[in-house]
């Protein structure tokens, strides 16, 4: 009785919530403990395919779950799968082996049948998760406990894709009409935004958007019985009252700690932070291809000469942004890629001292002695300190004669510039959530075509790096592919179409007796914490 | 002409005002409607980074992002109309339900302050302008002088700061335990938790209605205080007590109590700060969310919601005036003739 499933309504979820803590606190009270979790921003849905968006993962993991998990590491776990991979007959199908005994919070089981229609729907528009399952050709049941993926071609990476695509059940998103992700343009709320039943180690008993969601652990679950029993899920958006909420005890764990707060908070009793590298580098980047730019008074495109790329590289004092800007919270870096990402590797991180001397000749060199002006883009709301950083690079390319004209700005405002193809000039984080470095290539270095090059926003071309870009795709000899992955940095790195400035490093603040190690995706798993 | 009578001036007068409230409101929505434009896009912060320019391309042409000023803004008028604000981009919920969800909890923090900020602005304002020179109304005004030059974001965390972190007397964010009055007024008033949460933000929202106030009260009472008939009162020997509050203080209260009145708009449309500071859950931290998220449904009908709430106040502030001021009438009645 004490775990039958509470599915209903934010509305009245609160008396449930309150007999449902009631039935917990009396039955299993030697070990129940909660934690309240504070963050920044709420998920925008409980739907597990809408939004591919991460605070709504995050959140989503508790309660649902995907067939592969990703660890600390980065690498690959077994979750509702315990078995994949390709299969030997044919290349272009992976195959999966379906864990047996999983049950969804509603008390049914869970079945192959459900698997299929969970990926069918993510991979379908209107579902925020399609863009990662487009080479999927057909998902089928092959007996009781395999799944078949045929891809278009082989897909020998397509298992990375997987991390957070969760598992529903069929027969509920039949019974409350939501076979389909909700779509924005329906004009009506979803059963599934506020209404879950997934196999995850918490159900959902209270969720009332931006203010309160409460997860109760769910007894038959699958796996070990996390230490965690009860979870208290609060936005809280201004930073000084989300320390503060840490401070006066009414919180446990807080996931954003703001980077100016993060050393005093080390140094208070009774609170410690946790610090890890997240899997975001942050880097500038400029219209290589134009015939001139649209903000500078040069003639012709500066950036387009490799003497001034080459020169700028030397003008960024990496360190003294880490040290500075980021109060010592950050992995400075050259590699325009997080280091847990394949294909990453030493040579490419390393860099020397800002030599202005050389930087200078090289200017001289390109044509731009006496320099020229052009405009930063650069938003003021996205990552870590980023308006500040950019301030810090306007000083540092003053120094070798660019004069840059900044123009910070909303994200909403900012993104558009890139895709658009409207700014000289920019900054831009990106993470890896694939762990691998073809992400980062399809994105951001190949020519902007299809479903290629959303985010390239240097108009740089290379037809024969393109070619090598997309046969990383289908390439099934991993040790062949990290070789092409290998070759291609090696253009890019010295093309300099990125000017990285580093990774970004995540810490979470809490309570003392708290252990909670950062997730490299920002994604902490409350089943990982564990108490003194 | 004998057939217009009083009664049929008041009808024509109250059409007249709600012709022209609604001509506001629909100027409201064509300033609001325009600066969405400047904004940015919503299809940014929509959909992940894997989508392709096309699909957003899409998306964007679907929610009728693409199609001209006049018909966007057309469509959002005609559907406003019938009370249909759209589904929210963000939260995926229909407006006017995500709204009337977060009311409550804006206008009882309002309400609080409000009330908060009115009585002990006449008590501070009394007391400072009938003990002119004394020490305690010294400090008084010097920390009323703080609480209206302060930024409201400060006196928030600087509140926080104190009660919460340090004397850990009350909740330094949100509402408390909620229950439900009727089928959707949550209400944090009957709880205790609740109404711990609720001081912080109420101070915080009404320091500067409160210092206004008690300015207001303590200006009008030292004039008031000069008059003949206060005079007269004292020389018949009534006590100081029946002087100053039977007849300084009433007398002093009308323009009190129109401003309070008026400062009610501005305390809803205004709680957007105090609601970040607090993460109080009402539809100023709903808007600020909004505006981040480029959320347009909802930031159209939130400003369509506090110009209605202004103008229902100027209303009936207006037909306050016409009640209460004959001349308004005869003027009128006069023009006609």
């Known amino acids: 009785m004490l775990m039958t499933p509470i599915l209903q309504k934010a509305r009245t979820g609160l008396m449930m919530s309150a007999a449902a803590a009631a039935l917990v606190l009396s039955g299993v009270a030697a070990d129940a403990e909660t934690i309240r979790w504070a963050r920044v921003g709420d998920a925008l849905t409980m739907d597990p395919h809408s939004q591919n968006e991460g605070p709504t993962h995050t959140l989503n993991h508790h309660i649902y779950e995907t067939l592969v998990g990703r660890s600390l590491d980065g690498s690959l776990t077994p979750r509702l799968a315990t078995d994949w991979g390709i299969s030997e007959e044919d290349e272009t199908v992976w195959v999966f082996t379906i864990r047996e005994g999983v049950k969804f919070h509603d008390g049914s089981d869970m079945t192959v049948e459900d698997v299929v229609f969970s990926l069918d729907r993510a991979r379908t528009p209107p579902s925020g998760m399609a863009a990662l399952h487009a080479a999927v050709q057909e998902v089928t049941a092959v007996d009781d406990t395999t799944v078949h993926i045929r891809m278009s071609g082989p897909a020998p990476l397509y298992v990375q894709n997987l991390t957070n695509t969760f598992i529903m059940s069929k027969a509920w998103a039949e019974a409350n009409g939501v076979e389909m992700a909700p779509n924005f343009a329906a004009g009506e709320e979803a059963h599934s935004v506020r209404n879950t039943n997934g196999t995850g180690p918490y159900m959902l008993v209270e969720r009332d958007p931006e203010v309160r969601t409460v997860l109760q652990a769910f007894g038959d679950h699958w796996d070990d019985a996390p230490a965690v029993t009860e979870i208290i899920y609060t936005p809280i958006s201004e930073a000084a009252t989300r320390v503060a909420a840490l401070l006066s005890g009414e919180v446990d764990i807080v996931q954003d700690v703001p980077v100016q707060d993060i050393a005093r908070l080390e140094q208070t009793p009774g609170i410690r932070v946790m610090r890890g590298p997240e899997n975001r580098n942050i880097f500038f980047s400029y219209d290589m291809a134009s015939d001139s730019l649209r903000s500078s008074d040069a003639d012709g495109n500066p950036f387009a000469s490799p003497e001034v790329r080459e020169a700028m590289s030397l003008a960024i004092d990496r360190n003294a942004i880490q040290q500075v800007v980021m109060r010592g919270e950050s992995q400075p870096s050259a590699a325009p890629l997080p280091p847990f990402v394949n294909g990453w590797t030493e040579e490419m991180h390393a860099f020397g001292a800002p030599d202005l001397e050389r930087a200078r000749a090289l200017m001289a060199e390109a044509g731009h002695a006496d320099g020229f002006s052009v405009q930063l883009d650069c938003p003021n709301d996205r990552y870590l300190n980023d308006e500040s950083i950019c301030q810090a690079l306007v000083g540092m390319m003053a120094q070798i004669g660019i004069r840059v004209d900044l123009n910070a700005q909303t994200r909403s405002l900012h993104f558009p510039l890139i895709e658009n193809w409207e700014t000289d000039f920019y900054l831009l984080g990106w993470g890896v959530p694939t762990f691998d470095s073809q992400y980062v290539f399809d994105f951001l270095v190949h020519t902007r075509e299809g479903s290629y090059g959303a985010f390239n926003g240097s108009r740089y071309s290379n037809p024969e790096l393109d070619a090598k870009i997309e046969s990383l795709a289908t390439m099934t000899d991993l040790e062949a592919r990290d070789a092409i992955i290998a070759e291609i940095w090696d253009t890019v790195m010295e093309e300099r179409i990125f000017l990285n400035v580093h990774n970004q490093v995540l810490a979470y603040a809490m309570r003392d007796g708290i252990n909670l190690d950062v997730h490299p995706e920002n994604q902490p798993r409350m089943t990982t914490v564990s108490f003194d | ?337």
């Not at chain 2, 559907?79 to 909890?105: C, H, K, N, W």
């Not at chain 2, 920390?143 to 965390?157: E, Q």
């Not at chain 2, 205080?225 to 009534?238: E, N, S």
Request: avoid cysteine; charge should be positive; hydrophobic fraction near 55%.
């Open chain 2, 1 to 337: 002409m004998l057939t217009w009578g009083p009664g049929f001036t008041m009808i024509a007068f109250i059409l007249r005002r709600i012709v022209q409230s609604v001509m506001v409101m629909l100027t409201v929505a064509l300033v609001a409607f325009a600066l969405f434009r400047f904004v940015g896009d919503p299809i940014a912060s929509m959909v992940g980074q894997e989508t392709t320019l096309a699909e957003r391309a899409e998306l964007r042409e679907v929610l009728g992002l693409n199609d001209p000023f006049a018909i966007q803004f057309g469509r959002f008028v005609a559907r406003a109309a019938t009370g249909d604000f759209g589904i929210s981009y963000r939260l995926q919920q229909p407006v006017m339900e995500l709204i009337l969800s977060r009311l409550p909890a804006t206008l009882e923090l309002a309400l609080v302050s409000g009330v908060l900020a009115f009585v002990f602005g006449v008590g501070f304002g009394v007391y400072t302008a009938l003990r002119r020179g004394n020490w305690i109304s010294g400090s008084v005004m010097t920390a009323s002088l703080i609480g209206v030059s302060l930024p409201t974001f400060l006196i928030g965390v600087l509140l926080i700061w104190v009660f919460a972190v340090e004397l850990q007397w009350l909740p330094s964010f949100g509402r408390g335990e909620t229950v439900y009055i009727g089928d959707w007024w949550r209400t944090g008033l009957l709880t205790e938790s609740g109404r711990a949460s609720l001081i912080l933000p109420a101070i915080t929202l009404g320091l500067y209605q409160m210092t206004l106030i008690m300015r207001l009260v303590r200006a009008e009472m030292l004039e008031v205080l000069r008059t003949d008939y206060i005079k007269f009162a004292r020389a018949r020997g009534l006590s100081n007590r029946a002087v100053n509050f039977g007849h300084a203080l009433k007398n002093t209260l009308v323009p009190v109590i129109t401003i309070t009145g008026l400062q009610m708009g501005s305390i809803i449309a205004f709680s957007i700060i105090t609601e970040t500071v607090f993460q109080w859950p009402g539809v100023g931290a709903l808007f600020i969310r909004s505006v981040q998220f480029v959320d347009v449904p909802v930031m159209a009908a939130y400003l369509m919601l506090i110009a209605l709430v202004f103008v229902i106040i100027n209303l009936i502030v207006d037909l306050l005036y016409y009640a209460v001021d004959p001349r308004l009438r005869v003027d009128r009645a006069n023009a006609r003739h």
